[in-house]
C-alpha cells in the first residue's frame, strides 16, 4: 500500500467491509497501513473508533495472538487504555524484528500523554528489544527512523532518571552511532548516583567511539563501583589487550581470576594473552582446550589471533589454533 493510498484506505467502514465484518481482520488490514505510513493519523482513528465499538470481540480474538502484524495495533490499544509501559514495550518488540518501519513515528509515540507517563525502566526495555536481532542501526537512514526513540529518550530520562534504566536505555543510541546522546544519558544517570552499569555503559560507549583511553578510564571507574565483578576485569584487560599492553592484559584477568576462577572466558583470555606476551607453547595449547566452550565465535577468534602472534611459536601449533578459530566446533 503507497503513503498516497492510505488515507483513502483507512475508512473503518470500508476496512469493516474489505475483511468481511472481521474487527481482527480489520486490524491486521489497518497494521498494514500502519507499516506502509506510521506518522499518518488514519489508521489510528479508525483503531480507536474500533477498539471503542469492538473492544469484546479484540480482545477475544487478540488474545495470545502471535501474528507480528497485530503487534503496532495492539500497542496502540495499550496506550489508548494508558498502559504506556506495555505499550512501549510492544513497539520495541516489533521494532526489533522490523527496523527498516519508523514505527516510533506514531503520533502516539510522541504524544505527552505517553512521554509524561512511560516509566524508564519500561522504554529501557522497550531499547532492548529493538536491538534483539542485532540489525545494523548505524547508519544515516536509521538514525532518522529512530528519531522519535531518541527524542523519547531525552523527555523521560529527564523527567524519570533511573540510574540503571539510563544505562540500558544508552545501548540503543550507541548502536545508532548517536555516541553523544548515548553519553549524555550517562551523565545524567551519574548525577543522581553513579553506578556501576553507568560506567559500563560508557565505556562500552567510548569503545564504541574508538577512544580506547576513554573507555578503559570508565571501566576502571565501574571495577571502583564493583571490585568483586570478574567481568569487569575482562572488559578492562581487552582493553588493554587493544591498546596493545599485554602485560597489563594478563594482569587484569588473573585479577579477575581470583574472583571468578572457573570462569571459561577469562581462562582462555589468559591463555591467549600470556601467549601474546611470552610465546608459551603451554598457554596456546590451554586455549586450544578451552576455545570449544567459547560461545562467542567472534570473541574466541581475537583471541586466538592474538595469541598466534607470539614470539617463536611452534608453526605445527598456530596451525592447529587458525583451524580451531575457523571451525565450527
Do not use: K
Not at 495472538?65 to 494508558?82: I, N, T
Not at 577512544?211 to 571502583?224: G, I, S, T, V
Request: proline share 6%; aromatic share 8%.
Amino acid at each position: 500500500m503507497s503513503n498516497q493510498s492510505v488515507a483513502a484506505a483507512v475508512g473503518l467502514a470500508g476496512v469493516m467491509a474489505h475483511c468481511g465484518g472481521s474487527p481482527v481482520g480489520a486490524v491486521q488490514f489497518l497494521a498494514g497501513a500502519m507499516a506502509s505510513a506510521p506518522a499518518a493519523p488514519e489508521p489510528y482513528a479508525a483503531l480507536a473508533e474500533l477498539w471503542r465499538d469492538r473492544r469484546s470481540e479484540l480482545e477475544e480474538g487478540l488474545e495470545g495472538a502471535g501474528s507480528l502484524g497485530a503487534v503496532p495495533a495492539q500497542a496502540y490499544f495499550l496506550f489508548l487504555e494508558g498502559d504506556m509501559d506495555d505499550a512501549a514495550m510492544a513497539l520495541g518488540s516489533v521494532t526489533g524484528v522490523r527496523p527498516d518501519v519508523a514505527w516510533g513515528a506514531a503520533p502516539w509515540f510522541g504524544d505527552a500523554r505517553f512521554l509524561g507517563a512511560v516509566g524508564a525502566p519500561a522504554l529501557a526495555e522497550a531499547c532492548l528489544r529493538a536491538l534483539d536481532y542485532g540489525h545494523d542501526l548505524d547508519s544515516d537512514e536509521m538514525r532518522e527512523r529512530f528519531e522519535p526513540w531518541f527524542h523519547a529518550l531525552d523527555v523521560v530520562s529527564e523527567r524519570n532518571p533511573v540510574p540503571e534504566s539510563l544505562a540500558a536505555m544508552a545501548r540503543l543510541p550507541r548502536a545508532c552511532g548517536r555516541y553523544d546522546l548515548a553519553l549524555a544519558l550517562c551523565d545524567r544517570a551519574d548525577a543522581v548516583d553513579p553506578v556501576m552499569w553507568t560506567a559500563v555503559a560508557r565505556a562500552a560507549t567510548w569503545r564504541a567511539r574508538g577512544d580506547l583511553r576513554q573507555a578503559a578510564a570508565a571501566f576502571e571507574a565501574a571495577l571502583l563501583l564493583d571490585r568483586a565483578n570478574w567481568s569487569l576485569y575482562l572488559d578492562l584487560a581487552d582493553v588493554r589487550a587493544e591498546q596493545g599492553d599485554f602485560a597489563a592484559a594478563v594482569s587484569l584477568v588473573e585479577q579477575g581470576l581470583e574472583h571468578g576462577p572457573h570462569e571459561v572466558t577469562p581462562r582462555a583470555a589468559r591463555a591467549a594473552y600470556r601467549t601474546r606476551l611470552a610465546g608459551s607453547p603451554d598457554d596456546l595449547r590451554a586455549l586450544i582446550a578451552l576455545a570449544p566452550e567459547l560461545t562467542n565465535t567472534t570473541y574466541r577468534q581475537l583471541l586466538i589471533d592474538y595469541a598466534c602472534a607470539g614470539p617463536d611459536l611452534p608453526a605445527g601449533l598456530v596451525a592447529e589454533a587458525h583451524r580451531v578459530g575457523r571451525s565450527n566446533l
